[in-house]
Nanobody, 121 residues
């Protein structure tokens, strides 16, 4: 069982920056692909960025490419989402996710509780 705890959310003006962090415990962090999702009021949860187990591959939602950077530190069991040039469209609750395909258990997926990001224009 993996526990995830997000931090770093808050309120910022449009054009500003925030850094979200996710600390993992209870599992072998380096075995999990990590990602950030977000959910705005009245909308479905959507994937924002993802990173492979060793950090060699990343993926970003088109609307955040060039503004968001996802990184991980397997020694510290953390993943960080640096968000720059924020817009009101980025306002949402951001969730950290850890997932892997286990040969016996199948898909394992764990979620944090989320952290609020509010961007005012």
């Amino acid at each position: 069982q993996v526990q995830l705890e997000e931090s770093g959310g808050g309120s910022v003006q449009a054009g500003g920056s925030l850094r979200l962090s996710c600390a993992a415990s209870g599992g072998t962090f380096s075995r999990y692909n990590m990602g950030w999702f977000r959910q705005a009021p009245g909308k479905e949860r959507e994937s924002v960025a993802a990173i492979s187990t060793r950090g060699s591959n990343t993926w970003y939602k088109d609307s955040v490419k060039g503004r968001f950077t996802l990184s991980r530190d397997n020694a510290k069991n953390t993943v960080t989402l640096q968000m720059n040039r924020l817009t009101s469209e980025d306002s949402a609750v951001y969730y950290c996710n850890a997932r892997r395909n286990d040969s016996v258990r199948g898909l394992e997926s764990y979620w944090g509780r989320g952290t609020q990001v509010t961007v005012s224009s």
